[in-house]
């Protein structure tokens, strides 16, 4: 999240093939990488992340094809890397998302958004289309439709939670209502729940928030602009006059009602955490005040806020936590629903992780020189043993710009900005991307 001008930040620009965003012409694989200092022996596994490798020139960089960068860890060791294109069934043949009726063809995907592993399946996900699964090694098995109960695209940021089990989900992107459907799957992989959510209009959800108790949607004011659509950037816009609000639906009626509460105009990609307390529902954010008015760009920044949902008497509270710049907020996955102390995001250059009670911070820089290492999302890998934020490891991918290239970073939870415990060269630039997940072996 480095600073630029107004033009470079064009998402159909060429900001977005050059330095590190530029994509990776091929796949290869090596193995027995070099590392310097240590592996924990703990970690056995693999980290994947996902983000979008274009093959071909134009269009905004968010519908660039996907691209899943790899590193099995076992025994103290790096035993490989690999890079493999997710191979959709549009990655060779053009297939429109859309079809001349209206309707959207779900195995049009670029599966370029993050990748999640439930009930033993690993998903690539795009929210414009179905998920496609594929192995620990990288090899795409095909699109996945839940033994075909899903008629509905998936979003990329699906919520498990550690309690049940289960994986709730939403699906937006029909040009027709329902515009928003949610769906929710049990522990053994059965989808279970299907049920439509009442929106005005085509909005961009891109994110949601679950806690014990609650599914809480975000209907926020980008809304689909066939102009826009046209153009080639991103069909979405800023509505001064769509409004915003929050969706509350409890877990215990999925086919209940939805409450609805209004809330100060603004965006929001990712959701860190929520939490139920007492009578209220806790949201923790990385917050836009507005984006997308005249182009697909990043011209605003994102900052650390919390709402609280007060059910009984109808009143949110918003607050800003932090003023740092962020985005990619992720916690220990085990706290998900639950009050979880830490969340740790990229900053400019850096990761900050936030004290979510206090609101203070830590960063962690990678280098003192002139040309910093910039850090992409970084991933909580548990230690051993009770639930405990400090008892484990930050895992990410790391660019170099002084070599051009890239290193996957383990980082200590209990000194966070204390040298990495190991830094495992990569034979491959890694370039900018979204999202990952460890999957332990």
Not at 42 to 50: F, I, K, V
Request: with cysteine.
């Amino acid at each position: 999240m480095t600073d630029t001008t107004e033009s470079e930040i064009l998402g159909t620009g060429e900001f977005f093939r050059r330095g590190n965003f530029a994509p990776v012409p091929d796949e290869l694989s090596d193995v027995d990488l070099t590392v310097t200092g240590t592996i924990p022996a703990e970690l056995d596994g693999w980290y994947l992340r996902n983000g979008p490798n274009p093959r071909q020139a134009g269009g905004h960089w968010f519908t660039g094809d996907g691209m899943i960068h790899g590193v099995r860890i076992e025994n103290g060791r790096a035993a490989w890397y690999r890079n493999r294109w997710v191979r959709t069934d549009s990655f060779e043949h053009d297939i429109p998302l859309y079809n001349e009726d209206g309707t959207r063809n779900l195995r049009s995907a670029v599966a370029n958004t993050h990748v999640v592993n439930h009930a033993g399946k690993t998903l690539a996900l795009v929210e414009s289309s179905l998920p496609y699964e594929v192995t620990n090694d990288l090899e795409t098995v095909g699109a996945y439709d839940f033994g075909g109960k899903l008629v509905d695209s998936m979003t990329a940021h699906p919520k498990i939670c550690p309690t049940t089990g289960e994986m709730h989900f939403f699906g937006y992107g029909n040009l027709f209502e329902p515009y928003v459907t949610y769906h929710r799957v049990d522990a053994a992989g059965e989808l279970t729940v299907n049920r439509p959510v009442d929106v005005p209009a085509l909005t961009m959800m891109h994110d949601f928030a679950l806690t014990a108790r609650h599914v809480v949607f975000m209907d926020l004011p980008i809304v689909f602009d066939v102009d826009a659509a046209a153009s080639g950037d991103m069909p979405f816009r800023w509505s001064d006059t769509y409004g915003a609000r929050l969706g509350v639906l409890r877990r215990d009626d999925p086919h209940g009602p939805i409450r609805w509460f209004d809330i100060d105009p603004c965006y929001v990609f990712h959701v860190a955490n929520a939490y139920d307390a007492g009578d209220s529902i806790v949201l923790q954010a990385a917050r836009y005040p507005e984006l997308w008015r005249h182009d697909g760009g990043f011209g605003a920044n994102a900052m650390m806020w919390t709402w609280t949902i007060d059910l009984a008497t109808g009143v949110v509270h918003e607050a800003q936590l932090d003023d740092r710049s962020v985005e990619f907020p992720r916690i220990d996955d085990r706290l998900a629903t639950l009050a979880a102390r830490y969340a740790v995001s990229v900053g400019n250059d850096a990761l900050v992780r936030h004290d979510l009670t206090t609101g203070s911070a830590v960063e962690h820089r990678f280098g003192e020189s002139a040309t910093p290492g910039v850090p992409g999302e970084a991933v909580f890998v548990p230690s051993d043993g009770p639930a405990d934020e400090s008892a484990g490891y930050y895992l990410g991918y790391v660019y170099d710009p002084a070599r051009d290239g890239s290193d996957l970073v383990i980082l200590d939870a209990s000194d966070f900005a204390a040298d990495p415990l190991a830094t495992i060269a990569l034979p491959r630039r890694v370039p900018f991307g979204f999202h990952g997940n460890w999957i332990g072996a």
